[in-house]
C-alpha cells in the first residue's frame, strides 16, 4: 500500500500536471470504485483544480466551490498521468479525472477492487475520512509519547494504526523499528525513555529519507514505479537477506494478509519471533535465536 513517502511524491506530481488546470469530466469505469452519490461526479466538471493534499494514506483532489475527490488506493490501487494527446487509458482505468492537459487515471492491479473515491463537499465532509492519527512530521515528541502510550499494542500496531499515527504502512513500520533497534512486538507502553525517543526519532528520519530518495527517482516526471519493496530497504521484502547493519538473515513473520519483516540480530537480542501458524506446525523445530538458525542449516 503507498504510504506517506509514496503519497507525497504523488501530490507533488499531480501539482505538477494538473495544478490549477480545470477538471473536464471525471469518468468512472468501475461502478465499485465510486462509494458515494451526492455530490455527483457532473458536479465537478468545469472547476479548476485549487490544491492536492493528503489525509492519512488517501490523496485529495481539492476543486473550486470546495468540492472534493477523495481516493484510497488501498493495497493494489495506482495513478497515472496519460498527457492529453495519448490514447486514452485502456480497460484497467476503473476512474478518470479529465484535465485540458491530461488524463489522471485510477488502476487497480488483481481482481479486488479495494481502492476507492469519494466525492464529497465541504469541509466536514472531508474530515469524515480523516483516520485523526498524529502528523508526526509536524509535532514534537511529547504529542507522540502521548498517540503511541495512549493504548497498549505492539509497537508495529501503533505505528499502522492510521488511528494513532498518520501514513505509515507495513513497510515503512519494518525499517522504522528496525532504524530504532526495535522488536515489533514490544509493547507501546512499555519504552523507556530514550527508546521513545529513538523510535520518534527513526520515524522522522526514515519517512523523511525516503520521501527525498523517491523525490530524486520521479525528478520532474510522474510515478510509475510506486511499489512496497525496494531493494535499498534494510528489512522489508528482505527475507533472508543479510541484515546490511549486522550481517543476520532478515526473519519474517506473516499474519492475515501482511508481513512483517525484522532483524533479530539488531532488534530482538537475537531471538527468533514466532510466527504463529509456521512456529505452531514446526513446534520443537522451530528455532529459537539465530544461533539454533545457523544449526538447523
Not at 35 to 49: H, I, N
Not at 96 to 124: M, N, Q, W, Y
Not at 201 to 207: G, N, P, S, Y
Request: aromatic share 6%; with cysteine; charged share 30%.
Amino acid at each position: 500500500m503507498p504510504e506517506l513517502p509514496d503519497i507525497t511524491v504523488y501530490i507533488e506530481a499531480i501539482q505538477r500536471f494538473a495544478g490549477g488546470e480545470t477538471l473536464e469530466k471525471i469518468t468512472i469505469s468501475d461502478p465499485f470504485v465510486l462509494r458515494t452519490v451526492r455530490p455527483p461526479a457532473e458536479d465537478f466538471s468545469g472547476r479548476p483544480l485549487v490544491d492536492v493534499s493528503r489525509l492519512g494514506k488517501r490523496i485529495v483532489l481539492s476543486f473550486e466551490g470546495d468540492l472534493h475527490v477523495v481516493i484510497h488506493l488501498m493495497i493494489a490501487g495506482r495513478l497515472r498521468w496519460r498527457a492529453a494527446e495519448t490514447k486514452p487509458p485502456g480497460r484497467s482505468a476503473l476512474a478518470v479525472c479529465v484535465f485540458s492537459s491530461g488524463s489522471l487515471v485510477l488502476t487497480e492491479a488483481g481482481s479486488k477492487r479495494r481502492a476507492s473515491i469519494h466525492l464529497v463537499e465541504g469541509g466536514d465532509g472531508l474530515a469524515d475520512h480523516d483516520p485523526g492519527g498524529l502528523e508526526v512530521l509536524e509535532s514534537g515528541l511529547d504529542a507522540f509519547r502521548r498517540e503511541v502510550t495512549n493504548e497498549r499494542h505492539t509497537l508495529k500496531r501503533s505505528l499502522t494504526d492510521p488511528r494513532i499515527l498518520s501514513g505509515i504502512g507495513n513497510a515503512y513500520s519494518d525499517e522504522i523499528l528496525h532504524r530504532a533497534r526495535l522488536s515489533p512486538f514490544r509493547l507501546s507502553d512499555g519504552l523507556r525513555d530514550e527508546e521513545m525517543r529513538a523510535l520518534h526519532q527513526a520515524v522522522i528520519d526514515v519517512l523523511n529519507e525516503w520521501t527525498d530518495r523517491l523525490r530524486d527517482e520521479v525528478g520532474e516526471d510522474f510515478p510509475t514505479r510506486v511499489s512496497a519493496f525496494h531493494e535499498e530497504m534494510a528489512v522489508h521484502g528482505r527475507f533472508g537477506k543479510p541484515c546490511p547493519d549486522c550481517g543476520v538473515p532478515v526473519q519474517r513473520i506473516r499474519y492475515a494478509d501482511s508481513e512483517c519483516h525484522y532483524c533479530a540480530g539488531c532488534q530482538t537480542g537475537g531471538r527468533i519471533l514466532a510466527d504463529r501458524s509456521l512456529s505452531r506446525l514446526l513446534k520443537a523445530d522451530w528455532p529459537k535465536t539465530v544461533d539454533d538458525l545457523e544449526r538447523k542449516r
